[in-house]
């Protein structure tokens, strides 16, 4: 009964290959959003999709690319991976997208190694 | 640029004693403070949050206080148990930034020694 699930929780894979993360809420939120952790340790928002529509798109190379299916499920669709995308990515989803109130609760995060 | 601060990166703490973890920010547009922890191999799990129109919200073990002229929160666990190991996230939201955007510290880890 996890809230926010996503899978792989481990991917290694080389440069240049083409890989996506998927993620799934069942709290009925209407907003989602990716993280990215890197190795400085520092959580930062890279999408955020309120009702299936894209209101957060933070300064991201074109290489990722979200897609959202429905309201409770956020994919992350990475191109030509680079050795510098190598981080924790977290999904998340929160009931409101903004200001007081906005709680977001995040998945397990997929650690994504490119060697 | 950071706008969320948390300058102890590791905080160790005699079990049953209080920890203390501090937070500043420099965005006075933030609104609403969260802190979370997180365990190793695991996602940030949400702590407990304060909106800026209060300066203390309790919960449990957990206070948080806010002082907004300083633009400081700290977040005080009593009394501090083993289990609360971890790494402790300060974030923040609100009109300042993208809307929906959670700006988090950097964390810090605290040690509760039994």
């Known amino acids: 009964d996890t809230a926010v699930s996503q899978t792989p929780k481990y991917l290694v894979t080389q440069m240049g290959n083409d890989k996506s993360i998927k993620c799934e809420q069942n709290?009925?939120?209407?907003?989602m959003y990716w993280y990215k952790q890197d190795s400085k340790k520092f959580l930062k928002i890279m999408f955020s999709?309120?009702?299936?529509?894209?209101?957060i798109n933070e300064t991201v190379p074109n290489r990722f690319s979200p897609k959202s299916p429905d309201k409770a499920h956020l994919n992350l669709h990475i191109n030509s991976l680079e050795l510098g995308d190598s981080a924790v990515y977290f999904c998340?989803?929160?009931?409101?997208?903004?200001?007081?109130?906005?709680?977001?609760?995040f998945g397990e995060g997929s650690w994504l190694t490119v060697v | 640029d950071q706008q969320v601060k948390q300058n102890s990166p590791s905080l160790s703490v005699q079990e049953g004693r209080i920890s203390i973890l501090n937070c500043d920010y420099t965005?006075?547009?933030?609104?609403?403070f969260l802190w979370y922890k997180k365990y190793p191999a695991e996602g940030p799990t949400f702590l407990i949050s304060?909106?800026?129109?209060?300066d203390k919200n309790e919960d449990g073990r957990f206070t948080v206080f806010l002082n907004k002229s300083a633009k400081h929160l700290s977040l005080h666990i009593v009394p501090s148990q083993p289990g609360d190991s971890a790494v402790y996230f300060c974030?923040?939201?609100?009109?300042?930034?993208?809307?929906?955007?959670?700006?988090f510290g950097k964390g810090t880890k605290l040690s509760v020694k039994p």
């Open positions: 999709y309120n009702n299936k529509e894209l209101i």
């Open positions: 709290l009925g939120h209407d907003t």
């Open positions: 304060i909106s800026s129109i209060k």
């Open positions: 965005n006075s547009m933030f609104d609403y």
């Open positions: 998340a989803s929160s009931q409101i997208p903004t200001g007081v109130g906005n709680t977001i609760y």
């Open positions: 974030a923040a939201s609100g009109y300042g930034g993208s809307q929906g955007n959670l700006i």
